[in-house]
């Protein structure tokens, strides 16, 4: 089955204490992105790869690093986690840009203290 | 960035259809237009996409404006399970920098 998978799912964390929110894929799919929703914001970009050691920031990266060491994965990191970080956090997956449909992961919440 | 404009909400009865608005005056000429939408407690997910040509598929179908400045997504008979938050965004060969507007929340009545 076609999937992205995110861990955790649900994450209660204190400033200052950094965390890792893994991704995978398992599509094979070159591009990969992470999103963060905000009650009234809707979806804003935070990074994305558009393949292994190619990454670029989106519109809100700001204290949030990625990776791209594998295909298949792409974790966010948030090296010193502040509670204006606390959101709700998606993956995405596509084959390519323009034809290539996003496929999302079921999503991180996360809550800093 | 290509931007896209959305009215906040809209209203249908069920089994009528619907018809979702997108306004996307700045796409360039290798922009795809790509629906999703988003369920309560859910991650995205796709609807239907298209370049220059009308696509229909079981979902809905997309009719995009004769110079790409505008589309709208047309479900055909809502049912309750479509009430949702439905996202046009723009995907092109600049990479892969997104950006999603506000959204339009549907709310289908029984």
């Known amino acids: 089955e076609a999937q992205v998978t995110q861990n955790p799912r649900y994450l209660i964390t204190v400033t200052g204490k950094k965390l890792t929110v893994t991704c995978s894929q398992n599509?094979?799919?070159?591009?990969m992105s992470w999103y963060r929703q905000d009650p009234g914001l809707g979806l804003r970009q935070i990074y994305y790869s558009m393949n292994v050691e190619v990454t670029d920031k989106g519109d809100v990266p700001e204290g949030y690093k990625v990776s791209r060491k594998e295909k298949r994965n792409f974790p966010l990191i948030l090296e010193s986690p502040s509670p204006n970080q606390t959101s709700l956090y998606f993956c995405?997956?596509?084959?390519?840009?323009?034809?290539?449909?996003?496929?999302f992961g079921e999503g991180s919440r996360l809550t800093v203290l | 960035d290509a931007k896209t404009t959305q009215p906040n909400s809209m209203e249908s009865n069920e089994e009528e259809p619907v018809h979702l608005p997108c306004n996307h005056s700045?796409?360039?000429?290798?922009?795809?237009i790509h629906w999703y939408r988003q369920l309560p407690s859910q991650g995205p997910e796709y609807v239907i996409h298209g370049l220059t040509s009308n696509v229909n598929n079981r979902m809905a179908s997309l009719a995009i404006a004769e110079d790409r400045k505008s589309s709208t997504l047309i479900l055909h008979r809502a049912t309750l399970r479509d009430a949702a938050v439905y996202y046009c965004?723009?995907?092109?060969?600049?990479?892969?920098?997104?950006?999603f507007g506000g959204g339009t929340r549907v709310l289908v009545k029984p």
């Open positions: 965004i723009l995907m092109g060969a600049a990479g892969n920098k997104l950006t």
């Open positions: 599509m094979n799919h070159e591009y």
């Open positions: 700045t796409i360039s000429g290798t922009d795809y």
């Open positions: 995405a997956s596509n084959r390519r840009e323009g034809t290539g449909e996003l496929f």
